[in-house]
């Protein structure tokens, strides 16, 4: 073999296509980088990309062929949390490390899966880093809640109104929708009566750029935050003017000012010619972590990829990863931005600490 | 051996039909209709089209349900029972339009039709034992058998699509026959049948009565065929009784002539 | 107060009444009278979207002169499914065009991803974006634009049908094509032209509301499910009967969604079908002409 | 009939020499799940093919199964050669409370019906937190620890064994041909004593029955039950089985089942592609075969002088 | 007798012939029909093609108005070749067609059926002078005019068959087994309207069970037997002599 393979399970078609070719795109960039430099253990290193279409069933087929049919050395992926699930068996039954760059529902890492590491932020580690913060900025006193119906949407709504109710403000509603509602009007007119003077919202681009214009178009004012990756081009430009100071929570943006981020970013653009978003960030981070442990292994053995895994001292455009032994990751930064002129601005950065 | 009336004479009637009315959103297709028919006998219903005669049919074997009247067989109340719990009791009838199934061969047609006599259990579908295996190999025989009395032998395994007209209209009263009925209803068997075909046809009917079946009830416009297989016949005018008789008696009713022969009997 | 919340409601369910009723508009054609099982109907949908997005932002056109342009390009791509595609399984009983059509839906789609990519496109609107206030209810231009050009759509695709010789000619040739051609009607002309009609009305609404929301590879799903659900609950080939339980599923969802729960709205429509059903077999509006 | 029963047989006998012959695990898992998708396939067939209505929400029985052994096996801990039977029966008593509403509807009306139920029911298992754990799904189902890929598929081969025993025995029943003839002609059925209603929900009952079995094997198998079992792609995936093997026939869904799995896995070497290649093959089967591989070959058998096939129905009117 | 040898049928005999078919092969899928079919029909005349059941008479009238592809044969009209044309061109011909099994329009109504049968007609009056004849011919689809189709007896759907044939106004009428399904009475009633168009100078090639009635209208009848012509012999001939019809028809 005169390549080191790593296999990626991410959603390429179906309705979260968006977020996983990011993903994609991250983990390309990193790749490409690495095998500039040299690639690894003296090999370049290939990616084996497969589409898991984020449901259990395909993405544990993709998983059992990367496996054995390309006998790779490591895997990333996949995007929902119930694909990740479902590989993650999977991967400790062949003994394959798995990294996840996104997956968020806070369960998978309490399973006591050796293999598996989540190099992502989970909804209560931001919620935890961002509360007081947006309490505070925002003056929020009534708050509601909107969130799209699936683990992560339920989870960021949860960890959030837990966190500001604690810090006084009121949770005066709380709503989910299904992934791929058009209109909101219905749920913002409960919204307006309930007067809220702050909306918290977490949802992806598609459909909280849809969601966010809708807050505007029913005329209501109220101050707008939520997590999703939302401090991308694309976003900005969905959501038009209705963008203008909102604030998100994200793992990463691109207006980060760290020198590796800068690099980072122009070589994404280069290449992509559109700035890195959370995900793009997401499988550029998951790429390097694990290519980096398999250097530090010094071979492909998994238990070796594993125990390096746990060494994982990544500096990443956004700060620097480590991992719990619960394999949870912490020490990267995250940060609070504000749209201001169709740019996301940063104004509040904070490293994500490990959980108790 | 029966009456020229509405009444029977002394034991009850096989099937009896008492004041049926059939409402069409205002139409009034049948309109206080009653008969009866006897065990033994073949009844001939006609009338002009659009008399009522498809309907009647379809009142009795439980695809309409009247807007008044009912329906006795062999004692039973019948009326707006579900067609399938109708020819459970032996009332079975063929339609006005070719109804076959047409992508099963003419043995399989015939073998479906025994679907009666060998209904069984959920559990002996799944195990079955030696009775069962022993009923389906007599519906196959007693198929065959019928495959073969209505001429049809040389078209055993053809596919119905494959056949003509009046072939269709054979294989229709074979799979009626499959189900063993004690009153069979037929609605134009032969139309379609050319002048001669007709008269083979007639000829075989008359052979069931008695045999394999109670009685016959059939709705036909081929005078010559009504006339020569009926003991008794039923004339429907505008959802009324016109007439009832013999043969001979009808011909010769001047009303029956006007509304329903024409020039043929003028 | 209370009142207001009610008219807001109210005005969220007609509005979205008429959308559900003009995204299915195309789907009463082809599957209402047609009685094609279409499962490419929230592809053509979504074509209508991904190309309102490239007529509007690549071509720089206006968005009616982008609308005009879209019917154009999308009647001629449903005369081609017609004839090439559709035709050949004609007559062959529903299955082979329900296998046909999810092959369609699934190459469209996965076609679309390779050429735009699956992120979210903007389709550039009518008129400016903005809140518009009746009293306490809110609206917007570009919905009140939708929502009448959504009706003059849905007018003249009835009158189409109800009026004209064509009309007469595609209920003939649904019923029963063999006395339609007989009675010297063009049936392979017929057959293209309502799908053609079929397409370019699904696709007109998808650009239309994709000027509202956004469009996007990804979305025909969800289109289809909710337009079947709006044909079925009015009753097959019955146009008004569609366009009724287009209202009705607006409405219904938006008081569901307003008085009970928006994170169950979807189960409403599937209710109310499973519950209209079991008491009108035959859908709201149609009515039957078969006899034993 | 025979040579339909031998095939069938033939196949069971191979696919039992498959994990002697092949040690690859990702082949045998390839083998488990085109024998998962060939129960899910001869279920609905039985609902498609024999009852004659076009079924959406097949998927309803398949999530029932899944859901009722996830929730056993992991709330009740009961092992796998309980949850799976059990998963059949709640599918079965599912199906028939589906079937007495959505067996009374023909035609378009039976096809959205069914798929509404479906979709209530990922509704419901997608809001119903305190039970099904909402989206977040049911993870970590029992696998007693099974490691070898080899003894998952003897236990699916097994289920696949029940299920093409029972759909056989229906099919070829007095019950079997009554089913057909409804679906032929509803009319004749009803007057040769047939409940179309009854026979119709025999068949119903029986396909969920068998989607449950598949269900709750899925269920360990995957070891992760989410709402999305109840979602249509997995329909679609059966629709485009069934209909290709070729639905009315026992050989065909199977045919189809083992054929789309290898194919879309294969198709994985056109990377994008993937799925715009995997549509147009399915429209060129529909242009090519449009009775599906059953009906292709026994439209050659008919051309080679055998016995004549049955063409392609035209739409009939009963007046 | 007298009657009928004044008939324009009669008159026709030495006419020219405007419908020609020859050597005309058709096949259902892999099962050939008609093996070398060929008549002709001249100018006002009423022809009748009898024969047993499945002899392919039905098969001919549809090759001829299109609706079946011919494999080899040719089929002239007016001088003209209509083989394999749609059957659009051949309504638009002049030819009209009324079909086995009466394949009226279920879910219009009868009025619609009626004024739809004359589709290829732009004239809107015409259309409408034309439905007043046919409800005077049939006056009990008047009295139907607003029901649905579908739900007509057997007998009145026939009727409305014939009526929807009758609004093109065709050179030639093809009927196939008019009489199915009507009482003795209104079976008169159309062979005598049958006759009256006849009488106006359109040509009838007619397909009809009832020997008696069709010999009774048509000046000549050709015998098919499986797929060929078996004989052609004038109409009265065939009539008077059961014996010979008994042979054509017997088997
Ligand atoms: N569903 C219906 N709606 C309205 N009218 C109907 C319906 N069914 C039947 N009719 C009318 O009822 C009358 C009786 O019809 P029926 O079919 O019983 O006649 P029939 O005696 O069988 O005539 P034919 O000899 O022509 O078959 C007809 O005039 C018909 O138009
Ligand atoms: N749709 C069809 N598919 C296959 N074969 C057919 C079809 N229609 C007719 N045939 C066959 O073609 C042959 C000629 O049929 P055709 O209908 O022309 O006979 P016909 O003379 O009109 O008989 P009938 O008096 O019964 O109407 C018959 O052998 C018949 O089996
Ligand atoms: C946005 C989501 C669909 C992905 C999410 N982070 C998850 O864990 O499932
Ligand atoms: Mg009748
Ligand atoms: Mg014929």
């Not at chain 1, 070719?21 to 497969?50: D, F, T």
């Not at chain 4, 029940?162 to 509803?186: D, K, M, P, W």
């Not at chain 5, 020609?20 to 022809?47: F, I, M, N, Q, W």
């Not at chain 5, 009898?50 to 080899?72: E, F, M, P, Y």
Request: charge should be neutral; charged fraction near 15%.
């Amino acid at each position: 073999q005169d390549t080191i393979k790593i296999g990626m399970v991410e959603p390429l078609t179906g309705s979260v296509a968006y977020n996983g070719k990011s993903v994609v795109e991250g983990a390309k960039l990193a790749v490409e980088e690495m095998n500039a430099a040299g690639g690894i253990l003296g090999k370049k290193i290939e990616l084996v990309i497969e589409d898991g279409q984020c449901t259990p069933a395909n993405s544990v087929n993709a998983v059992e062929k990367l496996v054995q049919k390309d006998k790779v050395a490591a895997l990333v992926g996949a995007f929902c949390s119930s694909a990740t699930a479902a590989i993650m068996p999977v991967a400790q039954k062949y003994k394959i490390p798995l990294v996840t760059g996104v997956s968020s529902q806070a369960s998978l890492t309490e399973q006591g899966n050796p293999y598996f590491f989540r190099a992502a932020e989970t909804d209560a580690l931001m919620a935890k880093a961002f509360a007081k913060i947006l309490a505070n900025d925002l003056k929020l006193t009534k708050v509601a809640y909107i969130g799209v119906n699936d683990d992560w949407g339920r989870g960021g709504v949860e960890e959030f109104s837990r966190d500001l109710s604690a810090l006084g403000a009121k949770s005066v509603l709380t709503e989910y929708f299904d992934h791929g509602t058009t209109d909101f009007f219905t749920l913002l007119t409960k919204l307006r009566a309930a007067k809220p003077d702050g909306v918290f919202v977490a949802a992806e681009t598609q459909d909280g750029s849809i969601l966010v214009k809708q807050i505007r178009e029913m005329g209501l004012d109220a101050k707008v935050f939520g997590v999703g990756s939302w401090a991308t081009a694309d976003f900005i430009n969905l959501t038009g003017s209705a963008a203008e100071g909102i604030h998100a929570a994200v793992p990463y943006a691109s207006s980060m000012d760290a020198p590796r981020n800068q690099t980072f970013v122009k070589s994404y653009e280069a290449k992509y010619r559109i700035k890195p978003g959370k995900y793009g960030a997401a499988g550029y981070n998951a790429l390097n972590i694990t290519a980096q442990a398999i250097a530090r292994a010094g071979n492909t053995d998994a238990e070796a990829i594993r125990a390096a895994l746990y060494k994982t001292q990544y500096e990443a455009p956004n700060g620097v990863y480590r991992f719990t032994e619960k394999g949870q990751a912490y020490g990267f930064d995250a940060v609070l931005v504000r749209i201001e002129g169709g740019q996301p601005k940063v104004i509040a950065s904070t490293p994500v600490d490990a959980p108790h | 051996m029966s009456a020229p009336t509405g009444q029977s004479n002394g034991k009850s009637p096989l099937l009896r039909a008492d004041t049926l009315c059939m409402n069409f959103g205002g139409i009034m297709a049948v309109k206080d209709f009653s008969f009866h028919i006897d065990a033994g006998e073949t009844v001939g219903l006609i009338g002009p089209n659009g008399a009522g005669k498809t309907t009647c049919f379809n009142m009795l074997t439980g695809f309409y349900s009247p807007s008044n009247g009912r329906v006795l067989f062999k004692g039973e109340d019948i009326t707006n029972r579900k067609p399938h719990a109708i020819a459970r009791l032996g009332l079975v009838r063929s339609f006005q339009k070719t109804n076959v199934m047409k992508r099963l061969t003419v043995f399989e047609n015939v073998l479906t039709g025994h679907y009666m006599a060998g209904r069984q259990s959920l559990l002996s579908t799944f195990f079955p034992g030696e009775k069962v295996r022993r009923a389906e190999r007599e519906a196959r025989e007693s198929a065959a058998e019928i495959v073969e009395t209505m001429g049809l032998s040389h078209r055993m395994n053809a596919p119905a699509s494959l056949l003509s007209c009046g072939e269709l209209r054979l294989l229709e009263v074979a799979v009626a026959l499959a189900a063993k009925p004690s009153l069979l209803m037929l609605d134009e068997p032969a139309a379609g049948l050319n002048s001669h075909e007709a008269t083979t046809f007639g000829a075989v009917l008359k052979t069931l009565v008695g045999r394999s079946i109670d009685a016959l009830l059939i709705v036909e416009h081929n005078m010559e065929l009504v006339m020569s297989v009926s003991d008794r016949i039923v004339v429907l005018n505008f959802g009324r009784k016109l007439a009832e008789g013999k043969p001979t008696d009808i011909l010769e009713n001047r009303e029956v002539a006007e509304a329903y022969l024409g020039k043929a009997a003028a | 107060m209370d009142l207001d919340l009610f008219l807001q409601f109210l005005t969220n369910g007609v509005v979205m009444g008429v959308f559900y009723a003009l995204s299915a508009l195309g789907l009463t054609l082809i599957f209402g009278l047609m009685r094609v099982v279409n499962f490419a109907h929230g592809e053509f949908y979504m074509l209508g979207g991904v190309t309102g997005w490239f007529v509007t932002s690549y071509l720089g056109l206006d968005f009616f002169s982008g609308l005009a342009l879209v019917a154009v390009a999308m009647a001629a791509f449903g005369w081609l499914v017609d004839r090439f595609l559709i035709e050949r399984v004609r007559g062959q009983g529903e299955e082979p065009g329900i296998l046909l059509t999810i092959g369609l839906s699934i190459f469209l789609v996965n076609a679309t991803l390779l050429v735009v990519g699956p992120a979210p496109m903007k389709v550039a609107g009518a008129v400016a974006e903005g809140p518009l206030f009746f009293g306490p209810i809110a609206v917007t231009k570009l919905r009140l634009i939708a929502v009448g050009v959504g009706i003059a759509l849905i007018a003249g695709a009835h009158l189409i049908i109800r009026k004209t010789r064509l009309g007469a000619a595609m209920r003939a040739t649904f019923q029963d094509p063999m006395a339609a051609s007989l009675a010297g009607i063009r049936t392979g002309n017929v057959y293209a032209a309502t799908f053609a009609l079929g397409c370019t009305l699904a696709a007109l609404s998808g650009m239309l509301l994709g000027s509202i929301y956004s469009a996007q590879a990804s979305v025909g799903g969800l289109i289809s499910l909710k337009s079947f659900v709006v044909v079925i609950l009015g009753g097959m080939g019955s146009f008004a009967g569609a366009i009724a339980g287009g209202l009705l599923l607006g409405i219904a969802e938006a008081f569901w969604g307003g008085y009970v729960a928006t994170g169950m709205v979807d189960v409403v429509g599937f209710v109310l079908v499973i519950l209209i059903l079991l008491f009108r077999p035959q859908g709201l509006f149609s009515i039957r002409a078969e006899r034993a | 009939m025979t040579l339909e029963r031998n095939v069938l047989l033939a196949f069971l006998a191979a696919a039992a020499l498959l994990p002697a012959l092949v040690t690859d695990q990702y082949l045998l898992h390839l083998g488990v799940m085109a024998l998962f998708y060939a129960i899910l396939a001869t279920s609905l067939n039985l609902v498609v093919g024999y009852v004659g209505e076009f079924s959406l929400g097949h998927t309803a029985f398949l999530g029932a199964g899944a859901y009722t052994a996830a929730l056993l096996s992991t709330q009740l801990g009961l092992p796998m050669w309980a949850t799976i039977p059990l998963a059949g029966l709640i599918s079965a008593l599912f199906g028939f409370g589906i079937g007495a509403i959505t067996l009374r509807l023909q035609g378009p009306y039976f096809v959205i019906v069914t798929l509404s139920f479906a979709e209530v029911l990922r509704i419901v298992a997608n809001n119903w937190i305190a039970v099904t754990n909402g989206p977040m799904g049911l993870a970590g189902i029992d696998q007693f620890g099974i490691t070898n890929k080899g003894t998952f598929f003897y236990i699916v081969l097994g289920l696949t064994a029940v299920a093409l025993y029972l759909a056989f025995r229906f099919v070829h029943s007095n019950t079997g041909r009554a089913a057909v003839a409804v679906r032929e002609n509803r009319y004749v059925a009803q007057s040769i004593g047939v409940d179309p209603f009854g026979t119709a929900m025999q068949a119903f009952v029986l396909g969920a029955f068998l989607a449950g079995l598949a269900g709750g094997f899925y269920a360990h198998y995957i070891s992760f039950v989410g709402p999305e079992v109840f979602r249509f792609p997995f329909m679609v995936t059966m629709i485009i089985m069934v209909l290709l093997g070729g639905k009315g026939t026992l050989i065909g869904p199977i045919a189809g089942a083992v054929i789309v799995t290898l194919l879309e896995e294969y198709l994985r070497e056109m990377q994008e592609l993937r799925l715009t290649l995997f549509g147009l093959i399915v429209m060129a089967v529909v242009l090519f075969l449009p009775n599906g591989l059953m009906g292709f070959i026994a439209q050659r058998r008919e051309q080679q002088g055998a016995k004549p096939a049955p063409r392609a129905a035209t739409k009939e009117r009963t007046v | 007798m007298t009657l009928l040898s004044e008939s324009p049928a009669v008159m026709a005999a030495d006419a020219p012939t405007v419908l020609t078919v020859d050597g005309l092969h058709v096949s259902y899928g892999s099962t050939a029909a008609l093996h070398g079919v060929s008549l002709d029909v001249r100018a006002g005349e009423t022809v009748a093609l009898i024969g047993a059941n499945g002899a392919g008479k039905s098969t001919t009238l549809r090759a001829i108005s299109g609706i079946l592809k011919a494999r080899s044969g040719s089929i002239t009209w007016d001088g003209k070749p209509i083989a394999n044309l749609p059957p659009d061109r051949i309504v638009a011909a002049g030819i009209a067609h009324c079909p086995e099994e009466r394949h009226v329009w279920p879910h219009m109504t009868v009025e619609e059926n009626i004024m739809l049968g004359a589709y290829l007609c732009r004239s809107r009056s015409e259309v409408q002078r034309r439905a007043g004849m046919a409800f005077h011919r049939f006056p009990r689809l008047r009295e139907r005019a607003k029901q649905l189709a579908g739900t007509l007896s057997g007998g009145e759907q026939q009727m409305l068959a014939i009526a929807r044939a009758l609004m093109s106004e065709p050179r030639l009428l093809m009927l196939d087994e008019p009489s199915l399904g009507l009482s003795p009475k209104m079976a008169d009633e159309v062979f005598d309207v049958v006759r009256s168009i006849n009488a106006h100078g359109v040509t009838v090639l007619l397909v009809e069970q009832n020997i008696h009635n069709a010999l009774s209208v048509a000046s000549r009848a050709y015998v098919v037997k499986t797929g060929r012509i078996a004989a052609s012999r004038p109409a009265a001939e065939l009539r008077d002599d059961p014996d010979l019809l008994r042979a054509y028809l017997g088997g």
